[in-house]
């Protein structure tokens, strides 16, 4: 989900870059709905994982408004370790 996000802002930078001829407009900041689909996680881990100081914390937009800076996201996702193990066939998340 993450690398659809950073594909899709690619994206949006190059179509920003044709239409308005270098300038950019990307989304570089993300809401935790937003973090949490990205990284597969739910918003509560994602809240437990600042508050262990294990994720980045959020910046402040505006008075009551935080978001995620994207580039943060992304070399947090990139530091973590490769999995050895493949999830167990029955760990969809498809109801049945």
């Known amino acids: 989900m993450l690398c659809s996000i950073v594909l899709t802002l690619w994206l949006c930078s190059q ?8 300038k950019v407009a990307m ?13 597969s996680l739910s918003q ?28 943060e996201v992304q070399n947090w996702a990139n530091a973590r370790p490769v999995a050895k193990l493949l999830p167990p066939e029955n760990s969809s998340t498809k109801k049945r």
């Open 15 to 22: 179509e920003a870059t044709e239409a308005n001829e270098g």
């Open 27 to 39: 989304k570089i900041c993300l809401s935790l709905k937003e973090v949490a689909q990205a990284l």
């Open 44 to 71: 509560s881990t994602v809240q437990q994982l600042v508050r262990e100081k294990r994720f980045p914390e959020p910046r402040l937009l505006s008075g009551r408004r935080v978001g995620w800076l994207t580039h």
